[in-house]
């Protein structure tokens, strides 16, 4: 039987009034100092019970929030794993790195993933990898036998990364959700597309340019390697002939704008959810608008303890949800 | 076999009763759910999200009044049950309007309060114009029960 997310949509409505909107984001800007930022997002809301908390521990509480909301809201979190894989595998990348360095990597894990950071860390450790969820497993192994055979770091990274997104397209289709599978085949287009302009830039071979592209719906990755491999402007050619269209004149600019497209583009695909009443879509917008809503903020926050111009943030900017 | 006229008429009555009060069960329900994620969040609204919860309430209502009509013409409030059954066919008919009409608007109705309560949980202020969008839906089970109800006082006058 199809899920009713009838009261879970009924009060992410009311949740969403408490989102930042563009004239919040606006007042942050126009903040004389990094510390009025904080009091203004501790007027707002931000951060845990603490008063003296910084920006990082208070973004690490806003994330929190999101999932202890979320948890509370459904009795089954699973289909919005997808939103946690990133977690996941940035915990796993740790645990591959610090067993094959015997380094300890307490402190470096990321909190909101499906499983405890600390466990994949033992599990790597102690080569259990069936004690590991199925999405992590099999990459588990490959990236610690490349890294044990090779030593190669950058090998081990594009395995995981890799993983990752094709462990969420996979995730993101099985919950029938159209803003889940849309984030997921964003994501992992955006990822090919900027491995594709790196890979270019740096010389790499087509077989290690086909071994880094996740499979994607909406580009063809062997023509896109192929694109690669060539020249960027072999690359903007076979963009030009995708939905990415009108991706290339930001990618032409730079990776950061490239990626502020993405994320614009990811923003106005939700916007529909917020007259949906009764499925899941509001709950993955309110995450996908939480998210963009805390990278704005901490891109605000560093750039006023670095005392950079509010011109130069504003252009970095992504539109809000709300 | 003889008191068939009777047993029409009862089912009639029983199929008014329970289809609209059904759909009104179900949309009452549904717009309950989500008045209460509202509340959760921002009890103040409770006024103005019990009104949305109780638009779909109306056509169990109306089916009720309908089956008190049939059972009282038919005799089993009190009066004669002696009704042939050509009459009791007509009134199991005259109930059908309210029956169905009521319990699919109940359930269209109940969805369009569920989106009026998330209207006016981010916008409060647009309560006037939230709250016309589910009550046109009203219109229609007033059409059915005005049809079930001119049935219903006019079949004892047809000679059959």
């Known amino acids: 039987m199809k899920k009713d997310y009838t009261y879970a949509v009924a009060r992410i409505r009311s949740r969403e009034l408490s989102l930042l909107s563009r004239k919040d984001i606006d007042n942050l800007l126009g903040a004389r100092s990094y510390e009025e930022c904080i009091q203004y997002l501790s007027d707002k809301g931000f951060g845990g019970d603490d008063s003296n908390q910084d920006a990082s521990e208070m973004l690490s509480a806003e994330r929190e929030k999101i999932w202890s909301l979320m948890a509370e809201l459904t009795d089954d979190l699973s289909p919005f794993d997808v939103f946690r894989f990133n977690d996941d595998f940035h915990n796993l990348k740790v645990s591959v790195k610090a067993v094959t360095r015997d380094v300890n990597p307490t402190g470096m894990f990321m909190k909101n993933g499906t499983m405890d950071g600390e466990k994949i860390y033992e599990a790597i450790k102690a080569h259990s990898y069936s004690v590991l969820p199925q999405h992590l497993r099999q990459p588990a192994q490959e990236a610690m036998t490349a890294l044990l055979q090779t030593g190669d770091g950058q090998l081990c990274d594009i395995i995981i990364d890799r ?6 397209r996979s995730k993101a289709k099985e919950s029938g959700s159209d803003v889940i599978e849309l984030y997921a085949e964003l994501t992992a287009a955006s990822a090919d597309i900027k491995t594709a302009v790196r890979c270019e830039k740096t010389g790499k071979s087509l077989d290690f340019i086909l071994r880094a592209l996740a499979p994607c719906d909406t580009l063809n990755v062997d023509m896109l390697a192929k694109a690669a491999s060539k020249s960027l402007d072999d690359i903007y050619g076979y963009l030009s002939g995708t939905s990415y269209a009108t991706a290339v004149d930001a990618l032409k600019i730079s990776p950061t704008e490239f990626e502020k497209w993405c994320d614009n583009k990811l923003i106005d695909s939700i916007k529909p959810q917020k007259s949906e009443p009764f499925k899941i879509g509001p ?8 998210e963009n809503e805390i990278k704005a903020v901490r891109l605000i926050l560093s750039a006023k303890l670095n005392d ?6 504003n252009e970095r900017l992504r539109d809000m949800y709300v | 076999m003889d008191n068939l006229g009777i047993v029409f008429g009862l089912l009639g009555a029983a199929l008014a009763t329970f289809l609209a009060g059904t759909g009104s069960a179900i949309g009452v329900g549904k717009a309950g759910v989500a008045a209460s994620g509202v509340l959760a969040e921002d009890p103040s609204k409770f006024g103005k999200v ?5 638009l ?3 056509q169990g209502i109306y089916g009720l009044l309908v089956a008190f009509l049939i059972l009282s013409k038919i005799g089993v409030l009190g009066g004669d049950p002696n009704i042939s059954a050509t009459k009791g066919l007509l009134y199991l008919a005259a109930s059908l309007p309210i029956a169905f009409a009521g319990l699919f608007s109940a359930i269209h109705q109940g969805n369009c309060s569920v989106a009026g309560i998330g209207t006016i949980s981010k916008k409060p202020d647009q309560f006037g114009k939230a709250i016309l969008l589910p009550a046109m839906v009203e219109t229609y089970a007033i059409l059915a029960l005005l049809i079930s109800m001119l049935a219903v006082f006019n079949i004892p006058g047809l000679n059959l």
């Open chain 1, 163 to 168: 993983a990752c997104l094709e462990a969420m």
């Open chain 1, 283 to 290: 709950l993955a917008a309110y995450i996908i608008a939480r």
């Open chain 1, 308 to 313: 950079l111009n509010s011109a130069a943030i």
């Open chain 2, 50 to 54: 019990l009104i949305f919860q109780l």
């Open chain 2, 56 to 58: 779909p309430a109306t």
